[in-house]
């Protein structure tokens, strides 16, 4: 029988049995939605477990960070405590390193005056005569009988005043220029150098008032009286060191230093020290006590 | 609901789901590590540099009998106190070996005003004629020494009585007092020039006030140590030799 236009066709079959008539490839066609939710859930799902595996990593991290600082912890305290029990030999050290550093550089630094003095000895000419001989490490410093004279004060470095005569002021200039040549010497500096009995400087003896037996004046020649000061610049670190030593030497001094440009007294005045020394008289800024004795060290 | 919505309805879902893991677990986690391991390296730092200095501590340590023998041979030439006594045996020694007769000695009244004593609190520990020396708490003492003898002879003195304490490169030697002569005159005996006075002004050196000669140590350990090891009964309680005249000895 024919179909009509205005009939339609109708499956008669149950629903259950319409699918198992198909063919794949009709069934593929009409559900293509089924597909993509399936990836959907896959994708999901691994999104969780690359999650999951993030989070797991992040906390085994902190958990190693964790036992690491427990560990380190333990560690400081364990040195921290060592280092207590040991501190008082790392104490005991410094302060060790510290006296020997102390008193090798005050034994380095001291001045060494028996050289300097057999150096002088060789270096003064044979017609000069000291009488007295000073000498300290600094300005301040000094010896308790040392002559002190002003010029002595302008640099504070070792320093050797020498007093005495010779046969005239030429030879008084050769001495300076012999003493110039001295190892270590870098300044002779005159303090004067005056003829008894023109010059001001008149050196008398305390107990007999009457002008030493200096140098040899038989000839009729009236040898100077000289005051000359030898620096040692280069040895500036012996007056420096140590603090206090100096100011030490100054106080011991200070009874034997006159002011300069006094008017010293005629030679009446009795001398304060043991070895017997002299007043100057004289009206110039150069008079110093100089000791009566004739004869000093050539 | 139609399929398209339903999809963007999951997208969205999907996204705050990522996001409330980020910020909610894992950014949280991270930056917890991060300070953790900001921390750790701090900590591994400080324990580098305390192991550093606990090293250098052990080597204090093992030096320790070297360096208390060197202190307590170093009091020969810086004695705790003036000890006056052992000075002048070895002055007199010291100008009998040069031919100059040791005539007097007289302890230096400087560094001891009452200004000092009152603006310095430790000047009141220092022995009678003592004053503070410099930033290493030494505290020096000044003699005024007296002798007699020939121009070279004196020289000779001079050099021996800085001899005591010898430098030689990094080497230390001591043998007596550390002496440093301030300064010095010499005047001559009249009519004989072989016969001079030499005035010496002297600096002598202590141990800084309060410390002693050992500042407290024994020859096992130093004060404040609480030693593990017990001192056998052969070396307890050792204390340094006092300073003595005629003892000699090296430092290093």
Request: with cysteine; charged share 15%.
């Amino acid at each position: 029988m024919p179909i009509n236009d205005d009939m339609n066709a109708v499956n008669l079959l149950p629903p259950d049995l319409r699918g198992a008539l198909k063919s794949p490839g009709v069934a593929a066609a009409g559900e293509p939605a089924g597909g993509t939710g399936a990836y959907i859930v896959l994708g999901a799902l691994a999104l969780c477990v690359v999650a999951l595996a993030g989070y797991v990593l992040s906390s085994n991290t902190v958990k190693q960070h964790e036992s690491d600082l427990t560990a380190l912890e333990a560690r400081s305290a364990s040195v921290m405590a060592e280092s207590a029990r040991l501190k008082p030999y790392a104490d005991f050290q410094s302060m060790a390193q510290a006296r020997v550093a102390t008193v090798r550089d005050l034994a380095a630094q001291r001045f060494d005056w028996e050289q300097s003095f057999r150096d002088l000895a060789r270096a003064l000419p044979a017609d000069v005569t000291v009488k007295t001989l000073g000498a300290s490490v600094s300005s301040q410093s000094g010896s308790s009988a040392g002559t002190g004279s002003a010029l002595r004060a302008a640099l504070d470095v070792p320093a050797i005043e020498l007093q005495g005569c010779t046969t005239g002021q030429r030879a008084v200039a050769t001495m300076m220029a012999r003493l110039r040549g001295v190892e270590g010497v870098t300044r002779v500096t005159l303090q004067g150098s005056h003829k008894p009995g023109k010059a001001t400087n008149v050196v008398t003896d305390s107990a007999t008032d009457e002008a030493p037996a200096g140098c040899d004046d038989s000839n009729g020649a009236t040898p100077p009286d000289f005051t000359v000061v030898v620096f040692f610049e280069n040895d500036a670190a012996a007056a420096a060191a140590p603090d206090g030593t100096a100011a030490a030497g100054a106080t011991a001094s200070a009874g034997t230093t006159p002011a300069a440009g006094s008017t010293a007294s005629t030679g009446t005045t009795p001398s304060t020290t043991a070895t017997g020394q002299a007043q100057t008289t004289g009206t110039t800024s150069t008079s110093t006590t100089v000791s009566t004795t004739t004869d000093g060290a050539k | 609901m139609t399929r398209q919505n339903r999809l963007l309805l999951g997208v969205a879902a999907a996204l705050a789901a990522l996001a409330a893991y980020w910020f909610l677990l894992l950014a949280p986690k991270r930056e917890e590590g991060a300070a953790l391991a900001t921390k750790v390296a701090q900590t591994q730092a400080s324990v580098a540099q305390a192991e550093t200095t606990l090293a250098s501590y052990r080597e204090a340590e093992g030096s320790y009998k070297t360096l208390y023998a060197t202190v307590a041979s170093l009091g020969k030439a810086v004695p705790a106190d003036d000890d006056t006594r052992s000075l002048v045996v070895q002055l007199e020694s010291a100008a009998a070996a040069s031919g100059v007769d040791f005539h007097s000695i007289e302890v230096g009244t400087a560094g001891t005003s009452a200004d000092d004593a009152t603006l310095d609190p430790t000047a009141a520990k220092l022995p009678p004629g003592a004053a503070a020396v410099g930033t290493a708490g030494f505290s020096a003492m000044s003699y005024d020494l007296e002798f007699k003898g020939s121009f070279l002879e004196l020289s000779d003195l001079f050099s021996r009585l800085e001899r005591f304490v010898q430098v030689d490169d990094d080497r230390l030697d001591v043998t007596g007092r550390l002496l440093r002569i301030e300064g010095l005159s010499m005047n001559g005996a009249e009519g004989d020039y072989r016969d001079l006075t030499a005035t010496v002004h002297a600096s002598t050196y202590l141990e800084p006030a309060g410390e002693g000669l050992t500042a407290g140590a024994t020859a096992q350990a130093p004060a404040g140590t609480t030693s593990s090891t017990p001192a056998t009964s052969a070396d307890a309680g050792t204390t340094p030799p006092v300073t003595t005249a005629t003892t000699t000895g090296a430092l290093r």
